[in-house]
Every structure is written in structure tokens, then in C-alpha cells.
């Protein structure tokens, strides 16, 4: 009898981009805080290291809309970060991005979900111009006219983006843009999943969230150098090299290839500093690194 009205009470979610590095977060956030909760994968295998944290798997592919029905069925409020980022697999931001998420929200639509949250990028009115970002603030423009509660999420880079300042550092020597004096605050994926869904007890809106801590690169690469113990190396490679690059990408290849690379230039060399939330580190998160390697 007690189960029973459990179940019937507990506010049931849906994760799309669970096997993703927020999304993980979000799934363990969501149960911890007492919600039912059912992930989209598209491979059973992807969803292993959070399977204990969710109810139930639902196998789709977000570009094919056939795939998802169903996927919202008993569902109150739905979470994306579905997107690519480093996925290679032909498709465009529009095709996942933008479509994707599309074809999730009209599932959610036919199904009566009273709330969806979904995360683009910090900083996306300036950065519009972007492919990544044209996409996302498309499915955002046409998520606030959908007629469901909606959360926007706009966070700033994640803890897993700094990884590659410890990797290279750990090679020996780290490449930064002008004089590595650009700010910006990066959250670690709790953090950020936490903020997320304390947020979904609020009316809605669009958000900005960023790290507890506000840090140059040159302070990021010295820190990923100090917790290696290693001597600091950098080098600094002027912007008119970036900016040569990013007209050659843009000129000479597609979408698919330049689209990351445009993105990742263009934050790098700009000051990104969102309001902040959270408590984790960069210099426990790197430390973290050393740990999981060593076992
Ligand atoms: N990384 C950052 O610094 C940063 C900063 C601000 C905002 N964001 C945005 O936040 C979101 C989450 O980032 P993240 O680092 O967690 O990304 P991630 O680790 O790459 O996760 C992306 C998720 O989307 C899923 N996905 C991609 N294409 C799909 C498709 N065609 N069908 C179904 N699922 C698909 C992936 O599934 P598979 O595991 O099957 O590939 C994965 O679960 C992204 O949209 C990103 O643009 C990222």
C-alpha cells in the first residue's frame, strides 16, 4: 500500500543525453532527489555506468523521430543535453541539436510533459553567429513558444572541457591563445546538475550558470602543472594565428568539421564569466584525474 502510493506521488523524469557528461550528473542528481526517472540511449551498453540510478531505459535515436514514441509517455518534466560534441558520426548541429531536440519536444508535446529543461551555452547572444549556437538557440526560441514550462540552461564550459588543459600539461608544455589572460568560470557537471534541478521547483526562465571559481587560463594551466608536479611550460600562440585558422576551417572544410573548432577558438579567446554556483575546484577536479588513472 505505502509503494503503491509512492509511485502514484513521485515526480517521474525523462533524461535525454544521459550517457553524456552532464547527463550522468543529472540522472544521479534526479534520484537523489526522489524522482522516478527514465533515460534515452541509444545503446544499451552507454547507460551502464549510471544503469543503477534509473528505472527504466528507452533505446532511441533522437534524429529519428519514429524511434521515439512513447518516450514521454507518464512523464512530467523532461531534461536534454542531448547534443554532439565530440560525436563523429556525420551529422550536423542541426540534425541533432536543433532536429533532435525538436523531435523530443514534440513527443513531450503529444504526451501533456508540464516542464522541460534543456542546456545550451553560456553567453549565446553573442555567440549566435556560431553553428553550435545557431542551433541550440533555435530549439531554445521554439521551446519558450511551445506552451510547456520551460528552464533554459545557459552554463559555461564544463570541468570535462579542462581536462584538456591537464593533458597538456602532462605532455610536457600548454598552448594558449594571446596572452592567456581570457577569464572564465567552469562548472563541474555536479555542480551544474545540481543547480539544474533545484531549478525545476522554480516557475521557469532562462538561466546562466557558471564554477565557483573565476580563473585565467594561465591559472588553469599552472594548476593542472602543480598538481603533476611539473614544471610550467607555455606557449602562446598569437590571435592572428587563430583568426588565420578559423578563416581557413570556415573556407575549407564543413560544418561538421569546423563547427567544434569555431566554437572552442572563439570561447577561448574571450573573457567568460557567468554568475556562480557550485563548490568543486579545478584543482580537485585534477587531482580526481590522477586518482581514477591510478586505479
Ligand atoms: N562541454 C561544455 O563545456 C559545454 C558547455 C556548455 C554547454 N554544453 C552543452 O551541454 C550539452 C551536454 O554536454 P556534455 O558535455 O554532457 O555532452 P556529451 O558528453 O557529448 O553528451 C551528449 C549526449 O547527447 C547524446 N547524443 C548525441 N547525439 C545523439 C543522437 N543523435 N541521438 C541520441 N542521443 C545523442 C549522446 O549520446 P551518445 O552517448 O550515444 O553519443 C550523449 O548522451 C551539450 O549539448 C553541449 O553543447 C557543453
Known sequence: MHREENTVTKKRALVAGATGYLGKFIVKELKRQGYWVRALSRDSRKIEPVRQYVDEVFLGEATQPETLIGLCRNIDTVFSSLGITRQKEGRTYMDVDYQGNKNILNEARAENVSKFMYIS????????????????????????????????????????????????????????????????????????AKTCVERLCSTGGEFDVGGPEILTQNEIALQAFAVLDKKPKITYIPLWIRNLTLKLVRRFTSVKTYGPIEFFMTV????????????????????????????
Do not use: C, W
Open 121 to 192: 551555452v553560456f553567453n549565446a547572444d553573442t555567440l549566435r553567429h556560431l553553428e553550435i549556437v545557431k542551433a541550440k538557440e533555435r530549439f531554445a526560441d521554439e521551446l519558450k513558444e511551445a506552451g510547456l514550462q520551460h528552464f533554459i540552461i545557459r552554463p559555461n564550459g564544463f570541468f570535462s572541457d579542462m581536462t584538456e588543459f591537464f593533458n597538456m600539461a602532462k605532455r610536457g608544455r600548454v598552448y594558449l591563445f594571446g596572452n592567456g589572460e581570457y577569464r572564465a568560470n567552469p562548472i563541474h557537471g555536479a555542480d551544474l
Open 268 to 295: 577561448l579567446t574571450m573573457n567568460m564569466v557567468a554568475p556562480a554556483y557550485g563548490q568543486h575546484t579545478i584543482k580537485e577536479y585534477f587531482k580526481e584525474i590522477i586518482e581514477v588513472s591510478n586505479g
